[in-house]
């Protein structure tokens, strides 16, 4: 797509009802944070990576264990299993001194265009995250009352990248999959609105690179999440 004013983006646009948002590295600018201390750690073995330098290492292998991830919680969810692996989890994390975060860092620029949107589009989160993390994300920034969905990890039996999420945002405004655009910063959030039938932006201001979207099939790539009010307003 060259430009906001391009024929075939305008065409799509005017179909699109709601605008729906993945949470890490899409709205909440935590993922780089955490890969920061990571490779932090990992910097006096800095000789066994590639270019002496563990982040782009960190940054490919995580987003390899995306959807492997959200597989393996569809099998816990299956056997009933998923709510003592999200809570032995959490434990460990704060055994650690890396308690659940109540105070969340916003994409740069994400707040302004919320509230923007919002004037026009019904918008929803999709998160692999649980619903009370969105919430907290949503009060900290008084963006409640803004977004009229929340679809998240406890809320559907498949996680992204499979497209029941989608299905499942959709539903609840009662629209189509084709009226709908699902926002991420992975490879994972793009082939789940692809697979649901809803037009795929990517950004980069997450942990995704230009040619693992592109390679996901995404409709859209903008530098940073906030640009949508660009192209959408």
Same mark, same amino acid.
């Given at each position: 797509?060259?430009?906001?004013? /391009?024929?075939? @983006? ?5 179909? %699109? ?7 890490? &590295? ?19 073995? /800095? ?30 969810? +299956? ?7 999200? /809570? %032995? ?5 704060? #055994?650690?001194?890396?308690?659940? $975060? !109540?105070? @969340?860092?916003?994409?740069? &620029? ?13 918008? &929803?989160?999709?998160? /692999? !995250?649980?619903? $009370? ?9 008084? #963006? ?7 679809? *998240? !990890? ?20 009662? #629209?189509?999959? *084709? ?8 490879s994972v959030d793009i082939i789940s609105a692809k697979?649901? &039938? ?7 201001? =997450? ?7 592109? +390679?996901? =099939? ?16």
């Amino acid at each position: 797509m060259s430009c906001p004013d /391009s024929l075939a @983006f305008l065409e799509t646009k005017a179909r %699109i009802k709601a605008i729906f948002f993945d949470l890490d &590295g899409t709205l909440i600018d935590t993922d780089d944070a955490f890969l920061e201390a990571l490779a932090g750690r990992l910097e006096r073995f /800095s000789a066994l990576f590639p270019e002496r330098n563990p982040r782009r290492f960190l940054r490919r292998a995580m987003l390899a264990a995306e959807g492997p991830v959200n597989h393996v919680v569809t099998l816990l969810d +299956t056997a009933g299993l998923d709510d003592n692996f999200f /809570s %032995i989890g959490d434990r460990l994390l704060r #055994l650690r001194g890396l308690a659940v $975060q !109540r105070r @969340f860092v916003a994409v740069r &620029g994400i707040v302004g265009m919320i509230q923007a949107l919002s004037a026009v589009y019904h918008l &929803g989160i999709i998160t /692999s !995250r649980s619903r $009370q993390h969105a919430s907290v994300f949503l009060r900290q920034f008084e #963006l409640e009352k803004l977004f009229q969905v929340i679809a *998240a !990890r406890e809320d559907t039996r498949r996680l992204k990248p499979h497209p029941e999420p989608i299905h499942y945002a959709v539903s609840l405004l009662g #629209l189509s999959p *084709a009226e709908c655009a699902m926002v991420g910063d992975t490879s994972v959030d793009i082939i789940s609105a692809k697979a649901a &039938g809803s037009y795929a932006i990517g950004v980069l201001c =997450g942990f995704g690179e230009g040619e693992d979207l592109a +390679t996901a =099939g995404a409709d859209l790539i903008l530098e940073g999440t906030a640009q949508l009010t660009e192209w959408f307003l």
